[in-house]
C-alpha cells in the first residue's frame, strides 16, 4: 500500500525509517518531510493543518494509510476530518479524533480524565483570568517549587518550575492576563510537585487493546547536568534502567489499564499512540502528562528497538485487531543523541552546510531539522541531527553514538556529552 507519514522531524523520519523497512510498504510519501526522509521516501511540500490539501494528495496518490505525527493536525480534528469525509472513510488515519487529542490539546481536561479514572497524578487545581486571585491563594498553600502548566499547546515550552512564591503569583498573571503562551495560557493549571526520576511509557492502542511499546527516559534541558531553558529534548535512552518487572507491572495496572478502559468507557475514539509522561516517586508512578503521539527525540530510539513489521502493527490499530498481532522488542538498548543549532533554543542560525553524515558508522542518523540546498545538505531549525545506536547496553550505545557525533560538522553545532548522566 501507499502510506503517507505526516510532519518533518526527528520523529517522521525515524517512522519512515521503520516504515519502508515493510513489505506492505508499496510507496512512501512525507509531509513537508526533511532532507533525510528525501533520501529514503517522496517529500511533498504541504502544511499538517492543511486538511484538504492533504485530502487531495491522498487520493492523487492513492494513498491508503496517513501516520500523523506531530499533535497539532491531531488536536486540530484530522482523525474527524477522514472519518467525515465519504472519499477518505477506507483510509486509515492513525491518530486519535479530535476528543482523544484533548488528553493533550488541554492540560486540564487531560488531568479531569485521570481523576475520574482514578490514575495517579499531582493534586492540581485550575485558573482563568477571573479566578487569578484564587490562584494565588492557592499557590500560597503549596510548597516550592511551584508549578505552572499553561492548558493550551504551546510547544514544550508553556510549563514553568519555580522556587519563589512572589514569582510565581507574578508568572500566573502574565500567563492569564498578559498572555506569556498566547491562547495556551487563557487558563493555567498549577500543581504540586513530585520530586522523584521522569520517564516515558509509549502505548499503541486501537481503543480496546493496547501493546506497550519500550520505556524511555529523554533529556530536556539544554545544558549539561540538567541545567538551562527547556528544549524539544536533547537526547534519549531506551530501555529505561531503572524500570523493573515490579514497577512496570505498577505502571500497567495503575495507569495504562485505567488510561485505555477510561477512552472506552468514554466511547473515546482512539486509534494511536498514547505517550504517557511519568515520574516515578519512591517506586511509585504518577503521570505528569499525556501526548497523544510519539514523542521527539524518543521515538529515535524506540522505533529501532521494535523488530515487528510496524505497518503490520498500525493496520492492526485502525482495523481494531491489535490483540491479533504480536509486538517483538529487541533486546539491545538504544541511545540517541541530538544535535543543535548554536543558540538553540532561542534565537538560532539556518543554512549552515552539515558535513561528514557519509562518514558515520554503526549509527543511524535521523534527520531533525534539515533541509537540501544546491545539493547540500543544510541547517533548518533547533533540532538538526539525532545519532542513534543500538549496543547491549545504554552505556556503549552512547558511546558510539559519541564517537560519530565528532565525524560531524557545521557552525555553531552543539549537543550535550552527558546524555544518561542520572542513570549511572
Same mark, same amino acid.
Given at each position: 500500500?501507499?502510506?503517507?507519514?505526516?510532519?518533518?522531524?526527528?520523529?517522521?523520519?525515524?517512522?519512515?525509517?521503520?516504515?519502508?523497512?515493510?513489505?506492505?510498504?508499496?510507496?512512501?510519501?512525507?509531509?513537508?518531510?526533511?532532507?533525510?526522509?528525501? @533520501?529514503? +521516501?517522496?517529500?511533498?511540500? !504541504?502544511?499538517? #493543518?492543511?486538511? /484538504?490539501?492533504? *485530502?487531495?494528495?491522498?487520493? =492523487?496518490?492513492?494513498?491508503?494509510?496517513?501516520?500523523?505525527?506531530?499533535?497539532?493536525?491531531?488536536?486540530?480534528?484530522?482523525?474527524?476530518?477522514?472519518?467525515?469525509?465519504?472519499?477518505?472513510?477506507?483510509?486509515?488515519?492513525?491518530?486519535?479524533?479530535?476528543?482523544?487529542?484533548?488528553?493533550?490539546?488541554?492540560?486540564?481536561?487531560?488531568?479531569?480524565?485521570?481523576?475520574?479514572?482514578?490514575?495517579?497524578?499531582?493534586?492540581?487545581?485550575?485558573?482563568?483570568?477571573?479566578?487569578?486571585?484564587?490562584?494565588?491563594?492557592?499557590?500560597?498553600?503549596?510548597?516550592?517549587?511551584?508549578?505552572?502548566?499553561?492548558?493550551? @499547546?504551546? +510547544?514544550?515550552?508553556?510549563? !514553568?518550575?519555580? #522556587?519563589?512564591? /512572589?514569582?510565581? *503569583?507574578?508568572?500566573?498573571? =502574565?500567563?492569564?492576563?498578559?498572555?506569556?503562551?498566547?491562547?495556551?495560557?487563557?487558563?493555567?493549571?498549577?500543581?504540586?510537585?513530585?520530586?522523584?526520576?521522569?520517564?516515558?511509557?509509549?502505548?499503541?492502542?486501537?481503543?480496546?487493546?493496547?501493546?506497550?511499546?519500550?520505556?524511555?527516559?529523554?533529556?530536556?534541558?539544554?545544558?549539561?547536568?540538567?541545567?538551562?531553558?527547556?528544549?524539544?529534548?536533547?537526547?534519549?535512552?531506551?530501555?529505561?534502567?531503572?524500570?523493573?518487572?515490579?514497577?512496570?507491572?505498577?505502571?500497567?495496572?495503575?495507569?495504562?489499564?485505567?488510561?485505555?478502559?477510561?477512552?472506552?468507557?468514554?466511547?473515546?475514539?482512539?486509534?494511536?499512540? !498514547?505517550?504517557?509522561?511519568?515520574?516515578?516517586?519512591?517506586?511509585?508512578?504518577?503521570?505528569?502528562?499525556?501526548?497523544?503521539?510519539?514523542?521527539?527525540?524518543?521515538?529515535?530510539?524506540?522505533?529501532?528497538?521494535?523488530?515487528?513489521?510496524?505497518?503490520?502493527?498500525?493496520?492492526?490499530?485502525?482495523?481494531?485487531?491489535?490483540?491479533?498481532?504480536?509486538?517483538?522488542?529487541?533486546?539491545?538498548?538504544?541511545?540517541?543523541?541530538?544535535?543543535?543549532?548554536?543558540?538553540?533554543?532561542?534565537?538560532?542560525?539556518?543554512?549552515?552546510?552539515?558535513?561528514?553524515?557519509?562518514?558515520?558508522?554503526?549509527?543511524?542518523?535521523?534527520?531533525?531539522?534539515?533541509?537540501?540546498?544546491?545539493?547540500?545538505?543544510?541547517?533548518?531549525?533547533?533540532?538538526?541531527?539525532?545519532?542513534?545506536?543500538?549496543?547491549?547496553?545504554?552505556?556503549?550505545?552512547?558511546?558510539?553514538?559519541?564517537?560519530?557525533?565528532?565525524?560531524?560538522?557545521?557552525?555553531?553545532?552543539?549537543?550535550?556529552?552527558?546524555?544518561?548522566?542520572?542513570?549511572?
Amino acid at each position: 500500500m501507499n502510506i503517507l507519514i505526516l510532519g518533518s522531524g526527528g520523529r517522521e523520519h525515524s517512522f519512515a525509517h521503520k516504515i519502508i523497512q515493510s513489505s506492505h510498504c508499496d510507496q512512501l510519501f512525507v509531509a513537508p518531510g526533511n532532507a533525510g526522509t528525501a @533520501l529514503i +521516501a517522496t517529500n511533498i511540500s !504541504l502544511s499538517v #493543518n492543511d486538511f /484538504e490539501a492533504i *485530502k487531495k494528495c491522498v487520493l =492523487n496518490n492513492n494513498i491508503k494509510m496517513v501516520l500523523v505525527g506531530p499533535e497539532d493536525p491531531l488536536v486540530k480534528g484530522i482523525a474527524n476530518y477522514f472519518a467525515e469525509s465519504e472519499s477518505l472513510q477506507d483510509v486509515m488515519l492513525i491518530g486519535p479524533s479530535k476528543q482523544g487529542a484533548l488528553l493533550e490539546g488541554s492540560k486540564g481536561r487531560a488531568k479531569e480524565f485521570m481523576t475520574d479514572h482514578n490514575i495517579p497524578t499531582a493534586n492540581y487545581q485550575s485558573f482563568t483570568k477571573e479566578s487569578l486571585e484564587n490562584g494565588k491563594k492557592f499557590l500560597e498553600t503549596l510548597k516550592p517549587p511551584y508549578v505552572l502548566k499553561a492548558d493550551g @499547546l504551546a +510547544a514544550g515550552k508553556g510549563v !514553568l518550575i519555580l #522556587n519563589n512564591l /512572589e514569582e510565581a *503569583k507574578q508568572e500566573l498573571e =502574565n500567563m492569564l492576563t498578559h498572555s506569556k503562551f498566547g491562547v495556551a495560557s487563557e487558563k493555567v493549571v498549577i500543581e504540586e510537585f513530585l520530586d522523584g526520576i521522569e520517564l516515558s511509557v509509549f502505548v499503541l492502542t486501537d481503543g480496546i487493546h493496547y501493546k506497550i511499546l519500550p520505556t524511555a527516559k529523554d533529556y530536556k534541558r539544554i545544558g549539561e547536568g540538567d541545567t538551562g531553558l527547556n528544549t524539544g529534548g536533547m537526547g534519549a535512552i531506551s530501555p529505561v534502567p531503572f524500570v523493573d518487572k515490579r514497577l512496570m507491572q505498577k505502571i500497567e495496572n495503575t495507569i495504562v489499564k485505567p488510561s485505555i478502559l477510561g477512552l472506552n468507557k468514554e466511547q473515546i475514539d482512539y486509534k494511536g499512540f !498514547l505517550f504517557i509522561g511519568l515520574i516515578n516517586v519512591n517506586n511509585e508512578p504518577f503521570v505528569i502528562e499525556y501526548n497523544v503521539r510519539m514523542g521527539d527525540p524518543e521515538t529515535e530510539v524506540v522505533l529501532p528497538r521494535i523488530k515487528s513489521d510496524l505497518v503490520e502493527l498500525l493496520e492492526a490499530t485502525f482495523l481494531q485487531r491489535l490483540d491479533q498481532v504480536e509486538l517483538k522488542i529487541d533486546d539491545r538498548a538504544a541511545a540517541t543523541v541530538m544535535v543543535v543549532s548554536g543558540g538553540y533554543p532561542e534565537d538560532y542560525e539556518k543554512g549552515n552546510e552539515i558535513t561528514g553524515i557519509s562518514d558515520v558508522k554503526e549509527s543511524i542518523i535521523f534527520h531533525a531539522g534539515t533541509t537540501q540546498k544546491k545539493g547540500k545538505i543544510v541547517t533548518n531549525g533547533g533540532r538538526v541531527l539525532a545519532i542513534t545506536t543500538l549496543d547491549l547496553n545504554y552505556k556503549e550505545a552512547l558511546k558510539k553514538s559519541y564517537q560519530n557525533i565528532k565525524k560531524l560538522h557545521f557552525n555553531t553545532m552543539y549537543y550535550r556529552r552527558d546524555i544518561g548522566f542520572d542513570l549511572s
